[in-house]
Structure formats: structure tokens, C-alpha cells
């Protein structure tokens, strides 16, 4: 039978079973035959980002800035008038205060120095009445001294009156001498006192006793004549020691000691007030031998030499007024063996003259009065001309100040040194006030204002290292504590130190690398980008490429983020460079290391 003959259902079959025999021997002659090896994949290409580059690796931010200066001025005119001279030209390198410009002003220059002499003649009258001041407080202090010598002598002159007058009634004889001794026991009391301001007044001169006192000027003392300064020491412990003496006898003498007591008192007392007036007047030799200088003046020279002339002069008074006082006692002694002196007329003439010295002690107690209250009011009269004379002085103080002010304006002068930007004035020129002069510009600071992310600030410290242009001579000086408002960035003012010929103009744009914070750039962190680190659930790793050009895959310990950047903790210091990217990295490709 033929194909052709069968039905059609059947020619489908049997069409169905041979493309299955086929297909099948087909496989089998497949699987009979040798596998072919697959091609084998081209290498990766993969860029190596260096590890001894480590200031690179250091950069936190990049970004641009203009150059600064530190310190510049824009100066203009303070007053109308014509230019006399230009002093500097454009690029002229200036000091702080030099004159850069300047008006003619021969007005003002003889204004100024008008008010100066008036100045110096207030002056020189305000000194004319401190020494008159000085003076008269010397002549004051001789006055009191003078009038307490005067009453003094006038209330022995009554005393003396009184025992005259009493020792002619026979029930008083036998009291004349007691009373002689109270008087002279009362008159050494004050000598004591006397001789002991005596001795402050001269220690303040020597600083024997008080070391300090006359720290201002005993380098002085004697300048002229050295001598003079041994002998007044000498003479101080010579006199001093004989007022110990006096003093140790009053000190065991009362108003009823014996005679013979207040006797050896008076001996001491008058040895004791020869003693110090030699030791005034080796004083005053010795003021005369001392100079003066600018920490002690002439005035406060001359109110020590009138101190010490007032104080010998006292000195002087009281051995006259002891010696009046040895002849008072010598006299009521001899009065005392002459009884008989008792005649009428001889009573008479004792009550005039005790009571004429009653009256003569009165009307010197009225003029000693007088003359104090006169002394003390010229004195004060002095001290209210002195009070006009300040106030002179504050006003023509404050002339020569306002004239002096003027007289600056004429000359334009620079605060700051630098270099001149610009002059906009020339010589004959008539300005008005405010008309710029020059500009002034310090090229040895310079800055630059510059703005980073916020999320480099952890890595940024005052005094850390920028390049500029690509030399690390920035440093930042200031971090704004805030991010500004509208760049939403956080501002860095740098400085730039130009070395190695750099120069930089003010006005010129730069490019700023930003580093993280070091002590120095060999010992910043590395910081790898992130897109560098692999990154797993429990590690993190870099890829590095071997001398076969086969990836490795390392393990790190990583740090803190740095902007895009992290620290890696770990020791790569045997590694040349890492993989840039780790994305599409597996450990054991096969690489090709191109260049960026």
C-alpha cells in the first residue's frame, strides 16, 4: 500500500515519528561528540587610587575663593584745602604712620604754636606758685615754732616774775626752789617730746630707724660730696645715743623727784640738744651735697632743707630757753641764801614787772593769734590760686588738643603698613573734606573667604592645613559657628602665607582643598572614598590588584565618615594603591589597571 493511500490522521503520525527520530539522533550524535572550552572573558578595566598620596586622601572639601587682605584702608580727606605734597606713589611699600599726603597748614602751624607757649607760661606760673606754696608752708611751720618759743619764753618770763615776787614774802621762801624744779621738770618733759619728732624728721632724710622711707632719694643724699652723707649718720647715732640716755632718766623722773635728779636730767637734756643740732647741721650740709632728679624735685629738696633749718633753729630755742631755766633754778638758789633782800621798794618794783609779764604774755598770745590766722590765710589764698591755675592749665591742655587735632587733618597718614593701591590726589590740587585720598592695602596678610558642607565640620579644627592652588599655605583662622541661612553651608575664613616665590593678587580667585584636621600632613588618616569600600552586613573590605593583575580582597577596620570619605583604621601601609570603585569587584578577576 502506499503513503499516498493512507488516510490523513495516519500521514500525521507517521510524519510525527520521524521529526521525533531525528530530533533524537541528533541528540545522540550531540552527546557523542567532545564538549567545545567557552571563550574566555576579557579582563576588567579598574582604576587604582594611590595610598602614598596622602594629602589627597586627607581632602575633605573642594572649593574656590577670592584673595583677601587681611588689612586694608580706604582713606579720604578730614578738611578742605590745597595739596602741598604727594609723598608716595601707586605700589609704594609703606610703614604704619608715614604721611602719604600733605595740606599746606602754615596757619595752623602757628596757631599750634601759640596755644603751646600758652601752655608752656601757664606752666611755668602754676610751678611759680607751688614754690611759693612750699614757701609759705615753711614760713608757717617757723611761725608756730617761732610763737611757741615767744609764749614759751614769756611764761618763764611770768614765772620767773612770780618767784622774783613771791620769794620777798618770808612764808613763801621755802617753796621758791620746788617751784623752780616743776617748772624746769615741765620744761624737760617737752624737750623730750621735741628731740623725739626731731630724730622722725631726721630719719626721714637718712632712713636709719625706717629702712623705706627715703627710697625716692637716698640714692641722692650726698651725690655731691659723699662725706657729707657718713658725717650725718654719724652724728644721727652719736645724738641718738645721748637721747637715750635723757630719756632713760625721764623715764624714772616724776614732778616730785628730788634736786639733784632733775639736775642730772637738765645735764643730759642740754647734752642731748647739742648732739642733734650737730646732727641739723650736718643735715643740712649734707641736703646742700644732694642733687636733684626727675623722681624727686627740686621743691620736695627745698621743703626737707626748710624742715631741717626750721628744726635746728628750734633746737637752738629750747638749749637757750634750758639755759634760762639753769639760771632760774641758779637764781632761786641764791635767792634762797639771800633772805634778807626784802626791802619795799624792791617788792614794788617785782609787782610791776609780774604783772607787766602778765600783760606782755597776753598780747603775745593775741599776736602769735594774729599772725597764724594771717599765715593760714595766705596759705589758702595761695591754694585757690592754684585751683585757677589747674583749671588754666586744663583749658589751654585742651586748646593745644583741639589745635593739634586740626593740625593732624593736614597730613594723610596710613594706620596700617602695606602697599598703595591707589593715589587720587595730586600736588596743587584744591579738595573739599571727604574727597577719597588714597587706598592703602596690606599684601602680607591675606585671606580668603570660603563656604563648606556641614558634614565636614567634625574634620575640621582651627590652624588646619589648606592648599591653595595646590600648596598647602592656608590655614583656617575662623569657623562660623552656624551654617548660613541661605547657602546652607558653614563659612571658613584662611589665611594665605605665600613661600617659595607664590604671590597672589587681592581680587584673585583660587581653588581650596580643605584637609582634615592633623598635626601635620604625614600623619593624617587615610580617608578612602566611599564607593572604595565593599560593604557587608559584618565587614567591610577594599579590593587591591598583584603583580598578576588578579584582585585580592582585604578585610578593613573602618572609622568615622568624613563628608564622602571614611578613615580606615586598619595598617595599609604594604599596599601601593586600592581599587577606586568596588562595585562589579570579585576577589580572584582578572583586572587591567588604566589610567584616570
Do not use: C
Not at 192 to 205: E, H, R
Not at 256 to 274: E, H, K, P, R, T
Not at 546 to 562: A, C, F, H, S
Amino acid at each position: 500500500m502506499s503513503i499516498k493511500k493512507l488516510p490523513k490522521s495516519t500521514k500525521l503520525v507517521l510524519l510525527g515519528i520521524v521529526v521525533l527520530i531525528i530530533v533524537m539522533g541528533m541528540i545522540i550524535s550531540r552527546e557523542g561528540k567532545s564538549v567545545s572550552p567557552e571563550p574566555v572573558e576579557k579582563s576588567m578595566p579598574v582604576i587604582l587610587l594611590p595610598l602614598n598620596n596622602i594629602t589627597d586622601n586627607s581632602v575633605v572639601s573642594i572649593t574656590s575663593g577670592e584673595i583677601e587682605s587681611l588689612e586694608q584702608v580706604t582713606l579720604s580727606s578730614e578738611m578742605s584745602g590745597t595739596i602741598a605734597q604727594v609723598n608716595v606713589s601707586i605700589g609704594d611699600k609703606i610703614s604704619a604712620g608715614q604721611a602719604l599726603v600733605q595740606f599746606k597748614a602754615a596757619d595752623k602751624s602757628a596757631q599750634l604754636a601759640q596755644v603751646q607757649a600758652d601752655y608752656d607760661n601757664t606752666l611755668a606760673a602754676e610751678a611759680s606758685l607751688l614754690a611759693q606754696i612750699e614757701t609759705a608752708k615753711a614760713n608757717h611751720q617757723k611761725l608756730i615754732l617761732s610763737t611757741e618759743n615767744r609764749v614759751a619764753t614769756a611764761e618763764i618770763a611770768v614765772e620767773k616774775s612770780k618767784n622774783n615776787l613771791t620769794q620777798n614774802a618770808p612764808q613763801a621762801t621755802e617753796n621758791l626752789i620746788s617751784d623752780a624744779y616743776d617748772n624746769a621738770y615741765i620744761f624737760l618733759t617737752s624737750v623730750q617730746n621735741s628731740l623725739t619728732k626731731k630724730f622722725q624728721d631726721a630719719d626721714s632724710i637718712l632712713g636709719i630707724e625706717n629702712t623705706y622711707i627715703n627710697n625716692k632719694f637716698k640714692y641722692l643724699l650726698g651725690a655731691k660730696n659723699s662725706h657729707t652723707l657718713n658725717t650725718a649718720n654719724e652724728s644721727y647715732h652719736l645724738a641718738i645715743k645721748e637721747k637715750l640716755k635723757f630719756d632713760t632718766t625721764m623715764s624714772n623722773l616724776s614732778i616730785s623727784s628730788n634736786d639733784s635728779q632733775i639736775d642730772a636730767a637738765i645735764v643730759l637734756a642740754d647734752s642731748a640738744l647739742l648732739e642733734t643740732k650737730t646732727l641739723f647741721l650736718d643735715l643740712t650740709s649734707l641736703l646742700d651735697s644732694t642733687i636733684v632728679s626727675s623722681d624727686f624735685s627740686q621743691n620736695e629738696l627745698n621743703s626737707l632743707i626748710n624742715m631741717v633749718n626750721t628744726s635746728r633753729d628750734d633746737i637752738s630755742n629750747k638749749r637757750t630757753m634750758l639755759i634760762n631755766i639753769k639760771q632760774s633754778l641758779q637764781d632761786a638758789k641764791n635767792t634762797l641764801d639771800n633772805r634778807e633782800l626784802t626791802n619795799l621798794k624792791n617788792k614794788v618794783d617785782l609787782e610791776i614787772t609780774y604783772r607787766k609779764s602778765l600783760s606782755d604774755l597776753e598780747d603775745i598770745k593775741k599776736q602769735v593769734a594774729a599772725d597764724i590766722y594771717a599765715s593760714e590765710a595766705g596759705i589758702k589764698q595761695l591754694e585757690v590760686n592754684l585751683g585757677s591755675q589747674d583749671a588754666m592749665i586744663k583749658r589751654s591742655l585742651a586748646s593745644i588738643s583741639g589745635v593739634q587735632a586740626e593740625f593732624a587733618k593736614t597730613s594723610v597718614r596710613s594706620p596700617i603698613s602695606g602697599t598703595v593701591a591707589s593715589i587720587d590726589v595730586k600736588m596743587g590740587e584744591l579738595v573739599s573734606t571727604g574727597k577719597i585720598v588714597a587706598k592703602i592695602i596690606n599684601t602680607d596678610g591675606l585671606q580668603v573667604k570660603a563656604f563648606v558642607p556641614d558634614s565636614v565640620l567634625a574634620s575640621l579644627k582651627i590652624g588646619g592645613t589648606v592648599l591653595v592652588d595646590g600648596s598647602p599655605i592656608g590655614t583656617i583662622l575662623r569657623i562660623a559657628p552656624s551654617v548660613n541661612e541661605i547657602t546652607k553651608k558653614v563659612e571658613l575664613i584662611i589665611s594665605v602665607e605665600p613661600k617659595d616665590g607664590l604671590t597672589f593678587l587681592v581680587g584673585q580667585f583660587v581653588e581650596l582643598k580643605i584637609l582634615a584636621s592633623a598635626d601635620n600632613l604625614v600623619d593624617a588618616p587615610i580617608l578612602l572614598p566611599l564607593q572604595a569600600i565593599k560593604v557587608d552586613p559584618t565587614s567591610h573590605s577594599i579590593f587591591v590588584v598583584n603583580d598578576q593583575n588578579i584582585v585580592e580582597e582585604i578585610q578593613v577596620e573602618t572609622g568615622k565618615l568624613v563628608g564622602d570619605k571614611i578613615e580606615i583604621i586598619s595598617d595599609l601601609s604594604i599596599y601601593d594603591a586600592v581599587i577606586s570603585t568596588a562595585r562589579g569587584i570579585v576577589a580572584g578577576q582578572a583586572v587591567t589597571v588604566i589610567q584616570e
